[in-house]
């Protein structure tokens, strides 16, 4: 009875090292949450101080993050023209978030646009050149497929091939029996 009213006590919230994470899945995974509660932690500085802040960050896949209020483009140009902004109202914030989601969908819809075309394009391609070796290879059809002409023109093909098979084989038979003087070793 003793033992269950002793409590093992807890380590309670542990400080974690700050170090370079190895394991690329929990990269990612540190990265996107890490992410969220910054770009959370700027929204709230906005929100209670009325500050401008613009934040970029780029992760270790090569994406493009970014927070602004009234929106990063303003921040960063004010950032290098110093040029004043314009005083901000509740509505900026909103309008910045909506604005920013807006730019990273129609940039990934470009994307997916962009290739869905070259894949159309690639099908169309390949549709020509599938119709083109059908007409330029009809020899190449099983036989019980071919027309009477067809089968004609194969015949006639067959033969001259047949020709020329022979001649070239003369020919080498010529060569080998009656070696070149060109090739005669020590002027043997």
């Known amino acids: ?32 949450k890490r992410r969220s509660g910054l770009f959370k932690k700027a929204s709230e500085l906005c929100t209670l101080c009325g500050a401008n802040v613009a934040i970029i960050v780029f992760s ?3 994406k493009v993050f970014s927070f602004g209020y009234p929106d990063v483009k303003t921040i960063v140009n ?10 901000p109202n509740g509505l ?5 978030h909506r604005n920013d989601s807006f730019q990273e969908l129609n940039m990934q819809l470009t994307q997916i646009l962009n290739q869905l075309e070259a894949e159309k394009k690639r099908g169309e391609i390949l549709s020509q050149m599938r119709r083109a070796s059908q007409n330029q290879c009809w020899w190449e ?47 043997n």
């Open 1 to 32: 009875m003793l033992l269950a009213m002793v409590k093992k006590p807890s380590k309670g919230r542990q400080k974690i090292e700050i170090a370079k994470i190895l394991k690329k899945n929990n990269l990612q995974v540190a990265f996107s």
């Open 60 to 62: 270790p896949g090569g």
């Open 78 to 87: 004010r950032f290098f023209i110093c040029k004043p902004l314009p005083e």
């Open 92 to 96: 900026h914030l909103i309008e910045a």
């Open 141 to 187: 059809a099983p036989i019980n497929e071919l027309s009477l002409l067809e089968l004609e023109q194969l015949k006639v093909s067959m033969e001259e091939l047949k020709k020329v098979v022979v001649r070239q084989g003369d020919k080498l038979l010529m060569e080998a029996s009656n070696p070149s003087p060109f090739y005669m070793i020590n002027g």
